[in-house]
């Protein structure tokens, strides 16, 4: 790709349409992009590995929960077990660069902790949590009769992230008649260092309830505070897996859900607060405990759901996530069925970068070792798909041609638009819709690696007006 500079003075001024409508400041050249190499490509559907659990290197991972230790990154995630049955026990998995992955084994080598047994009699355990307080990690997990909120989340400790782990027993429980469910643990550290669990799942909403340092269990008697909720307590209408973090820049707790069915339309939603137990608003200023929205879709900005390219493996239900931060850096870390055999689930590491205002957005293509950095704006003319993750269609969206043209000119399923680079790696498109009305997307350019078509490219992020997930990626460059 061609590089082009920008310096003062008219004997240094390039006169082209694209570069007039700016993107360039004081003087300096912006260099071509830095692309990620070929990244290891593990294969899916692997048949031949069923019972191999050495090379379950993103198979078979469910509702993951991450935590870095020294140089090294840990995932502890769901029992089970595509085309077989699920040994209980927590996986472990870890990776030095968050893209090759090996396996550790299970957290909890005997299994489902007796007092979780007698209480839910469940045959594996959900959604795990990692977490250091002090000097020791706590490992909170999961345990339900299915399809009842009849359901436990107990905790067990240890002085090694690889264990072993000592069960402490109960956090909270809930039975039929009780309004939260006792799953889906999520344990954050708020603005002045204290520690909190979000949790819930299904029934009643998602609660938060302060935790006692000492103990990792619940500081104070009940279930906390409800902070999220749907009227609809159907697979249709779910509300779970929960994940809280704080963001100091923006002095804003942000909250992420994921919405709707596990293997038809999962997808994950956020909303932010000044407080950690809420109101959590989103962009329009809609709460996330407002349950009177219909349809509830219209709540929560939606940065993740199931999307295909025109080539390559498209994704179904992407959900249950949490959140990396690593120096500077963000990640969103979920699981994602594969469109062609939805029973098996598979681990994404995606980049998590944030807009101007403070809102959260997700990678189109997982992580491939990509940096943020400075775009030029001859980069970005070409031909692109375009994905809109549309709050009232929550199935494999599927991505649309979009050209962006080198006199700014923009063309695709919207209408017609301009574009603009408004920043280092800020690319705003303006569309002029077919009622008259505009809708302006604000998106984070971030070269990636395609993941679909096993080649380098540059890829955007961002919101529109409304507060929807907007994906694309560069198919080729303009003729």
């Known amino acids: 790709m061609p590089k082009y500079t920008c310096r003062k003075g008219a004997a240094f001024i390039l006169l082209s349409a694209a570069l007039l409508m700016g993107g360039c400041s004081g003087g300096a050249e912006i260099a071509e992009p830095i692309y990620p190499s070929a990244p290891i490509d593990y294969?899916?559907?692997?048949?031949?590995?069923?019972?191999?659990?050495?090379?379950?290197?993103?198979?078979n991972a469910h509702d993951p929960s991450i935590i870095k230790v020294g140089d090294a990154y840990y995932v502890f995630s769901t029992d089970i077990k595509a085309a077989g049955t699920p040994r209980p026990g927590i996986m472990v998995r870890k990776s030095k660069d968050l893209v090759q992955w090996e396996w550790v084994g299970y957290a909890l080598k005997d299994g489902i902790p007796s007092a979780a047994s007698s209480w839910t009699q469940a045959a594996n355990l959900w959604a795990p949590d990692i977490a250091k307080l002090g000097e020791k990690y706590y490992l909170y997990y999961s345990a339900s009769e299915f399809g009842t909120n009849?359901?436990?989340?107990?905790?067990?400790?240890?002085?090694?992230?690889?264990?072993?782990?000592?069960?402490?027993?109960?956090?909270?429980?809930?039975?039929?008649?009780?309004?939260?469910?006792?799953?889906?643990?999520?344990?954050?550290?708020?603005?002045?260092?204290?520690?909190?669990?979000?949790?819930?799942?299904?029934?009643?909403?998602?609660?938060?309830?302060?935790?006692?340092?000492?103990?990792?269990?619940?500081?104070?008697?009940?279930?906390?505070?409800?902070?999220?909720?749907?009227?609809?307590?159907?697979?249709?209408?779910?509300?779970?897996?929960?994940?809280?973090?704080?963001?100091?820049?923006?002095?804003?707790?942000?909250?992420?859900?994921?919405?709707?069915?596990?293997?038809?339309?999962?997808?994950?939603?956020?909303?932010?607060?000044?407080?950690?137990?809420?109101?959590?608003?989103?962009?329009?200023?809609?709460?996330?405990?407002?349950?009177?929205?219909?349809?509830?879709?219209?709540?929560?900005?939606?940065?993740?759901?199931?999307?295909?390219?025109?080539?390559?493996?498209?994704?179904?239900?992407?959900?249950?996530?949490?959140?990396?931060?690593?120096?500077?850096?963000?990640?969103?870390?979920?699981?994602?069925?594969?469109?062609?055999?939805?029973?098996?689930?598979?681990?994404?590491?995606?980049?998590?970068?944030?807009?101007?205002?403070?809102?959260?957005?997700?990678?189109?293509?997982?992580?491939?070792?990509?940096?943020?950095?400075?775009?030029?704006?001859?980069?970005?003319?070409?031909?692109?798909?375009?994905?809109?993750l549309a709050k009232d269609s929550n199935g494999r969206v599927k991505g649309k041609p979009l050209t962006l043209s080198e006199d700014g000119g923009a063309e695709g399923d919207p209408g017609t638009g301009k574009w603009k680079l408004a920043g280092e790696h800020t690319l705003e498109v303006k569309w002029t819709l077919d009622n008259g009305e505009t809708s302006v997307e604000v998106l984070e350019l971030l070269p990636s690696w395609d993941w679909e078509l096993k080649k380098s490219t540059l890829a955007f992020t961002g919101l529109s007006s409304d507060g929807t997930g907007v994906w694309g990626k560069k198919i080729s460059s303009a003729k």
């Open 43 to 59: 294969p899916l559907y692997d048949l031949s590995n069923v019972d191999n659990e050495q090379e379950w290197r993103i198979s």
């Open 150 to 388: 009849r359901s436990m989340i107990g905790l067990a400790t240890s002085t090694s992230v690889e264990g072993p782990w000592t069960d402490e027993g109960e956090v909270v429980k809930t039975r039929q008649g009780d309004a939260p469910n006792a799953i889906d643990p999520n344990v954050v550290i708020d603005a002045e260092g204290q520690p909190w669990m979000a949790y819930g799942s299904f029934f009643g909403g998602i609660y938060v309830a302060p935790l006692d340092p000492a103990t990792g269990k619940f500081k104070d008697q009940g279930f906390g505070k409800r902070i999220a909720s749907r009227s609809h307590q159907t697979e249709e209408g779910a509300l779970e897996g929960p994940y809280i973090i704080y963001e100091p820049k923006f002095k804003k707790y942000y909250l992420f859900v994921s919405y709707d069915s596990l293997f038809a339309d999962y997808n994950v939603r956020v909303g932010r607060s000044d407080d950690i137990e809420g109101p959590y608003v989103d962009v329009n200023g809609r709460e996330m405990n407002d349950s009177s929205y219909e349809p509830q879709h219209e709540i929560g900005n939606k940065v993740l759901g199931g999307y295909s390219f025109s080539e390559g493996e498209g994704w179904v239900a992407p959900g249950h996530n949490s959140i990396l931060r690593d120096g500077d850096r963000s990640f969103m870390i979920h699981h994602a069925r594969g469109q062609s055999k939805t029973s098996w689930a598979y681990l994404h590491v995606r980049q998590m970068l944030w807009t101007e205002d403070g809102w959260p957005v997700v990678s189109p293509e997982r992580y491939a070792g990509e940096k943020v950095q400075a775009i030029p704006q001859s980069s970005i003319p070409g031909q692109w798909e375009r994905i809109y």
